[in-house]
């Protein structure tokens, strides 16, 4: 047995003094040396690129902080727009409402011209007495006379353009 391992002990003096370490490692020295060398660039670049960052963040903020009037009557802007959306949606409801109406009174079922020109005549030549109606249809009238629906003044939302301010004087 002694000797068996006297036998392993000098096979592996053999290939520790065969092997060329010089050649072994010093490749891995190589790479470890780039790697490190990049490793050193790049926490260079990521320096560069923080002290960039916190300096547009100082200037940008200073910047934004400065326009807080100009925001705040951009905001206000956007809310009067907003609640003039708003009246003059519920005024086109109104206006479809009206012209719904009026092509009930008028009998209006056929939107071509000639249908638009011909059959409220038609209607109005073949009608019979009006009090012999049953029910009466929804009207625009009031008083025999028609009633437009009140529509938003933009003046209201806008002021006057100085056109109009011009025009006026």
Same mark, same amino acid.
């Given at each position: ?6 036998? /392993? @002990? ?7 003094? *065969?092997? %060329?370490?010089e050649? =072994? ?5 190589t790479?470890?040396?780039d ?10 670049l ?6 960039e960052s ?15 009037d ?10 009067g ?6 009246? /003059? @949606?519920a005024?086109l409801?109104?206006?479809?409402r *009206?012209? %719904?109406?009026?092509? =009930?009174?008028?009998?209006?079922t056929?939107?071509s ?7 409220p005549l ?5 009608a ?18 028609y009633?437009?629906v ?16 011009y025009?006026?004087k």
């Open positions: 047995m002694q000797s068996n391992i006297e036998n /392993v @002990s000098r096979d592996y003096a053999k290939i520790l003094q *065969s092997a %060329d370490l050649k =072994e490692i010093n490749p891995l020295c790479n470890i040396e790697m490190l060398a990049r490793l050193d660039e790049f926490e260079t990521l320096a560069s690129v923080r002290a916190n300096g547009m963040m100082a200037n940008n903020v200073c910047s934004i902080l400065g326009f807080t100009s925001f705040e009557q951009l905001k206000a802007r956007i809310d727009l907003e609640q003039c959306v708003g009246v /003059v @949606s005024n409801s109104e206006v479809e *009206s012209v %719904d109406i009026a092509e =009930e009174e008028l009998h209006v056929d939107y011209l000639k249908g638009l020109l011909l059959k038609k209607a109005k030549l073949s019979s007495d009006t009090s012999t109606l049953s029910s009466l249809p929804r009207s625009n009238l009031v008083e025999e006379e009633q437009p009140e529509i938003y003044k933009s003046d209201d939302y806008f002021g006057k353009s100085e056109e109009e301010n025009v006026a």
